[in-house]
């Protein structure tokens, strides 16, 4: 008869009678009579007891079981407070599926080497944590699209153009000619609103930046979204209800991850629960002066410095509108009130998570668009596909980014956003 696996989890549920697990050893422990091996799968983990006299036949090859050798077990349950998850299995049968050599990593080594070995790093349980609770947040975003429906959508990865700066472009040689990689799908997201009015991506980006920091990465995965017939307020609604759902989610379906990665739950559910606030750059630059003592010039954009000194401010995140037009993209639209700043908005993530989403209303002018263009020093001819979306047809049109990576560093609380993501691209690391 075929043996019926379960998961570690489904059997810490049972809690009691013989089951059927399989996974890896964890950690190992024990004597040429006892061994006590923590078996671990993508559910849980557990104490496991193999007993020589149980086992004496196969007790050579136990003896050498080694931290991430694959194991099945057929055991009973035992309830046992000192274990890790407060149940052991007494092995009554054991299969070596595939052995180990020595695990190369341990406690002792360095954060760094532990990115170099991230192929092995992967298996430790607070990455499992994390990109359990990143699968949650990627369908958080999906379910929080349909059910306003959208429709998604998706756009090229290599692009002719530059949508965020020239600066922070990747140049690829596309069969004797310059391409670029994507640094974001929204100019080609504006041409698809005027056939699907209402569409969102989630896709990867890749920006050129010069920077080392625990916040940036050179490939990361983008939710965006662009809509037709929209307006500057929905659009901020938008992205607020976006980051409630997606906290929401996480705190319903991923407590038991948030407890291993040691999250304060209490620090996430301000954001359910109260508004964002909302305010405008001109009124950041007073609180700062006022809270912080911070004197910045008007029209210098905000630093890491500052969102992090005024998210100390706030328990949610803070959405921050009217920046000026000189620090934005070419296609935010002017503010009909004050030329001099944008409709655009940035929000700010509490804890010193910086910047989770940029938007805007798009510029419908096909006259201003030019201008600024050439103002960026940029060719207007390269961007004639794009202003088609003026020339027939134009109408009020808005969207946002959001670093998803981003927003799992704040949710999961991370030091270092390269944990955020299985490999993660830097500008100093390309491997594995």
């Known amino acids: 008869m075929k043996t019926k696996f379960i998961s570690i989890q489904e059997a810490l549920d049972t809690g009691k009678g013989e089951v059927s697990i399989r996974g890896w050893a964890h950690r190992q422990r024990g004597s040429n009579k006892l061994k006590f091996v923590v ?9 496991c007891v193999l007993k020589k006299e149980d086992l004496e036949s196969q007790w050579d090859e136990i003896d050498k079981i080694q931290v991430e050798t694959s194991l099945q077990l057929t ?32 406690k002792d080594q360095s954060y760094e080497y532990t990115l170099d070995m991230r192929h092995l790093s992967i298996r430790s349980r607070k990455m499992i944590a994390t ?4 699968s949650t947040i990627f369908g958080a975003i999906h379910e929080y699209f349909r059910a306003k429906g959208f429709y998604e959508y998706h756009s090229p990865s290599f692009t002719p153009n530059a949508a965020e700066g020239g600066s922070t472009l990747f140049k690829v040689d596309y069969f004797g000619k310059e391409m670029f990689l994507t640094q974001t799908w929204q100019l080609y997201a504006e041409a698809g609103i005027q056939a ?15 920077s080392k920091t625990s916040r940036h990465l050179t490939e990361y995965w983008h939710a965006e979204m662009e809509e037709a017939w929209t307006s500057f307020e929905n659009l901020q609604d938008h992205a607020e209800a976006l980051l409630k759902l997606i906290v929401s989610k996480v705190l319903k379906e991923n407590k038991k991850e948030l ?21 405008t750059y001109d009124e950041v630059l007073k609180i700062l002066e006022t809270n912080a003592n911070m004197k910045i010039p008007w029209g210098k954009d905000l630093r890491t410095i500052e969102e992090d000194e005024l998210s100390k401010m706030y328990d949610t995140p803070i959405i921050v509108t009217g920046y000026p037009k000189q620090v934005k993209a ?40 030019i201008e600024e263009i050439k103002a960026e020093g940029g060719d207007p001819k390269e961007y004639e596909w794009y ?9 009020p049109r808005g969207g946002f980014g959001m670093g998803v990576e981003r927003i799992i560093s704040w949710i999961c609380g991370l030091d270092n956003i ?10 100093t690391r390309t491997h594995p």
């Not at 990109?131 to 990143?134: G, Q, T, V």
């Not at 009130?337 to 910047?355: A, L, M, R, S, T």
């Not at 390269?418 to 500008?427: C, E, G, L, Y």
């Open 39 to 47: 078996l671990r799968d993508v559910s849980n983990i557990i104490q």
């Open 131 to 134: 990109l359990k609770i990143r």
């Open 330 to 369: 070419f296609y935010m639209k002017e503010d009909p009130d004050n030329p001099k700043v944008v409709q655009g908005f940035d929000i700010i993530g509490p804890e010193g998570y910086g910047e989770l989403v940029g938007a805007s209303q798009r510029e419908e002018d096909i006259d201003k668009l």
């Open 387 to 395: 202003l088609d979306a003026r020339r027939y047809g134009s109408m």
């Open 418 to 427: 390269k944990d955020a993501i299985a490999f993660p691209r830097t500008m």
């Open 196 to 210: 699907l009015e209402k569409i969102y991506t989630i896709a990867p980006s890749f920006r050129a930046e010069k």
């Open 259 to 279: 407890e291993i990665l040691g999250r304060d739950l209490k620090k996430l559910e301000p954001t359910i629960k109260k508004a964002f606030p909302r305010m």
């Open 75 to 106: 055991g009973t349950l035992a309830k046992d407070e000192r274990a890790p998850t407060g149940y052991e299995l007494k092995v009554k049968k054991v299969d070596i599926i595939g052995t180990s050599d020595k695990f190369p990593i341990t």
